[in-house]
Every structure is written in structure tokens, then in C-alpha cells.
């Protein structure tokens, strides 16, 4: 059943309907290496987003008609669970996961050498096992982590995050609750190469002032840096643990 929304987004003493702060992130835990049949993968429980990557290549491009005799492609392919939100999702594939896949793909091409790669492919299959908004930002977070787990050269790791507005103020990491208020919002997801300090994907959906879009841009970079850091030290960990397995 969809969850009907609250009467009020923020609470009394000003913290927001979950007890978290304006600026404050969700939970996040990260796992590296989740599938056993991948060259990469990862999973990414983010609130109550849980998501899994899974990557695969450099290898043969299918249908062979998309091989690039100069360059290597990234193909990406995201899908919500039919179990993933309230009302039953259709398991045919609609407009909105063509788009966020493309988006994905976009968001994740700058960190790779995909010129080192002529007439192959790099594919990676994102799956929503549960949705609570900012699905896009965590698709990124963890298919980013899937390729470094295949361990091809990259530029940096991409990290996704959501910042939006409500009633006019800014609020980090929407929930699903707070993406779908209407009532003076906007939303905006972002990534981010956080080493580079490039933006490969910001997105807004609302109205935002000059200063309201400076302000959500900051706080979406400072929200960025704290999951980069839990990003690179899921990786060491997966890391250190072969290394102690050998
Ligand atoms: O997930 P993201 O915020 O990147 O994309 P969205 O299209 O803005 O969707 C926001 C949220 O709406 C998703 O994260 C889901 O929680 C929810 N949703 C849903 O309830 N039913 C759908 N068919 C699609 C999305």
C-alpha cells in the first residue's frame, strides 16, 4: 500500500519527520563484492534504499550493432524490484528507468578510460530491491563501487547524493516522504567526483532562488564528501580482507 503523506514535513522542535537535522545524511552502509557472479559489485543501503550493482568487462558488446571500433562503451541498465515501492511497480521497464539509466551512465562515463576499450563494453545492471527516494544518487554510489571492485584504472570514484528544498528551506539526502511534498519544493540530485572536484550529474526539479541553489549546491558537496569517505574505506576494507585471505 502507498504510505499517506504526513499533515506536517518538519516537527515541532524543527527536526525533520526521521529526527534528523537539515543537513544531516541518512544511514548509509556500504558492502563491497556482494555478488559472487559479477566482476564487480556492490551493494548500498542508504536510509531504506537498499540497491545492488552489479558490473561486468570490459568485454564483447551485444547486440553487436553498438561496438565502437574507437572507443570502448558503458552500457547501464537500471530496474526497480515490482516489490520495491508501495503500489506494485510493473515489471516491464518504463520511461522513468530508461531515463535513470541513462543518467547513471552519464554520471559514471567521466571517471573511466573508455578509449582503452575499442569495440567493447563495460555493463553494469543496478536492481532497487527497496526505494525511499534519491534511488539515482545511491544507483551511482554503489555502481561506482562496482567498477572499482572489477579494478579497472579510474579517475575517482562518483558519488551521488539529493538535496532539495522544503518550505522554502534546504534539506540534505530526501526521503520519499519529503521528495514527494509539494509545498514550496524543489529537489536536486547531485554527483559528484569528490577528488577531481568535477560534478558529472545535477539535476532540479523546482524553483530555486540564485542563493537557495548556492546553498543546496554546498550542502549537497558537503554531504558528498562524508559518503566519499565511506565509499574508499568499504573498498579497503573489501581490500584488506583478500589481502588477509591470501
Ligand atoms: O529515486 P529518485 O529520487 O532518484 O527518483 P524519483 O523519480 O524522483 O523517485 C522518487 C521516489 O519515488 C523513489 O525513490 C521511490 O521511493 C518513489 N517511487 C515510487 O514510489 N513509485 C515508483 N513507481 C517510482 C518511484
Sequence with gaps: MPEKLPEKIFREDGLRLDGRTPDQLRDLRIEIGVLKTADGSAMVCHGKNRIIAGAYG???VHPRHLA?????????QYRMSTFSVGERKSPAPGRREK???MVVQRALEPVLFLEQYPNSTIDIFIQVMTADGGTRCASITAAALALADMGIPMRDLVTGVAVGKINGKPILDLSDKEDKWEEGAADMPVAVM???KKITLL???GQVSMEEYEQMLNMALEGAKKIYEMQKEALRKKYNSELVGR
Design 68 to 76: 565502437q571500433s574507437d572507443t570502448g562503451i558503458l552500457q547501464v
Design 203 to 205: 539535476q532540479l526539479d
Design 99 to 101: 531515463e535513470i539509466s
Design 58 to 60: 570490459p568485454r564483447e
Design 194 to 196: 569528490m577528488n577531481e
